[in-house]
């Protein structure tokens, strides 16, 4: 009876920790919604883009941060350890993104655009490339 008492006790602590961790991936994935959303917002205010190009922004972001989000998780459940391994994910995925923004854009927004450290990260992308295929 002792036992069962102390395992009941044991089960009712436990319960809202186990609660909780089921709502870490919806937690994680409505603060990815709002990054992206916050961040198209950036883009609107700052470019000035027409209606269009704020859908097309939004789509690309969400499906490019989503399945960056994906292929850096499956390497984390197979226990990757390499950083580089992460960082070359995530170039490839701002490559994608610059890229897809280069044609939503016009010349001038696309001139703001890498003004404001679009430009300065291709770079560092670039570099990174760079010394990975020279290795």
Not at 7 to 12: K, R
Not at 47 to 54: D, P, R
Not at 58 to 87: C, G, P, Q, W
Request: glycine share 2%; aromatic share 12%.
């Amino acid at each position: 009876m002792k036992y069962f008492r102390l395992l009941s006790i044991a089960c009712a602590l436990l319960l809202p920790f186990c609660a909780f961790a089921q709502q870490g991936p919806e937690d994680e994935e409505k603060k990815l919604y709002e990054m992206i959303q916050t961040e198209v917002s950036k883009l609107e205010e700052t470019l000035e883009l027409e209606s269009w190009q704020v859908f097309y922004v939004d789509s690309i972001l969400t499906h490019d941060y989503n399945a960056m989000r994906e292929e850096l998780m499956a390497k984390s459940a197979a226990k990757v350890s390499s950083s580089d391994v992460y960082v070359q994910i995530q170039d490839k995925w701002m490559e994608r993104i610059y890229n897809s923004f280069s044609k939503v854009f016009d010349e001038q927004q696309w001139t703001k655009y890498l003004k404001q450290g679009a430009g300065k990260d291709k770079k560092a992308r670039d570099k990174r490339a760079a010394k990975r295929s020279s290795k």
